[in-house]
């Protein structure tokens, strides 16, 4: 559904082959680990789902247009990460980690299920860099997101294995 769990399985395939010593280490300063950038897939899915449950309680109809969500995997192009999904050290380890992809993921599939598709595509909120997103495209965008950050994962493992 919205090509979510493709997305999801490239990164837990990454994952597993992460050794847990290496998930916690950075390779510089102001970059993330592995397990910090997990860390802001479940504080950023979380958001979602939680933005989404409130543009649904207003009920006010809003359409958007289509974006093309994904140059989300564009990583020359940065968007600095709001506060409140820059990670916090809530994971001890990588299995605390996809246990807590696993429970946002369960939300946001709940959330699919359980709502009108024509809901989804007629509310609305703002992204920082895509502008207003229909609550269907801001389904989607959480996959490809989820990319974007697989790519960053990459990035830090090359670093630390030179």
Same mark, same amino acid.
């Not at 950038?37 to 979602?48: D, G, P, R, S």
């Not at 495209?137 to 994962?153: A, K, S, Y």
């Given at each position: 559904?919205?090509?979510?769990? &493709?997305? #999801? ?14 998930? *916690? ?10 397990? &910090?950038?997990? &860390? *802001? ?29 994904? @140059? ?7 968007? &600095?990460?709001?506060?409140?999904? #820059? ?10 980690? !996809? ?5 946002? #993921? ?10 009108? !598709?024509?809901?989804?595509?007629? #509310? $609305? ?22 990319? @974007?950050?697989?790519?960053?994962? !990459?990035?830090?493992? $090359? $670093?630390?294995? *030179?």
């Amino acid at each position: 559904m919205y090509g979510l769990d &493709e997305k #999801r399985n490239q990164v837990l395939d990454f994952v597993n082959e992460v050794p847990e010593e290496q998930a *916690h280490l950075t390779p510089g300063e102001d970059q993330w680990s592995i397990l &910090e950038v997990l &860390e *802001h897939l479940y504080l950023m899915e979380q958001l979602v789902v939680y933005q989404i449950n409130q543009a649904i309680k207003q009920g006010d109809d809003h359409q958007a247009s289509e974006k093309p969500l994904h @140059r989300t995997t564009d990583r020359d192009y940065k968007v &600095e990460a709001p506060a409140s999904v #820059r990670p916090k050290g809530e994971f001890m380890n990588l299995d605390d980690a !996809k246990e807590g992809l696993k429970k946002t #993921r369960e939300s946001t599939l709940s959330l699919v299920n359980n709502i009108e !598709k024509e809901t989804l595509k007629n #509310r $609305a909120f703002p992204h920082p860099a895509f502008g207003d997103l229909s609550l269907e495209q801001w389904i989607e965008f959480i996959g490809w997101h989820e990319l @974007r950050h697989l790519e960053q994962m !990459k990035e830090v493992r $090359a $670093a630390l294995n *030179h």
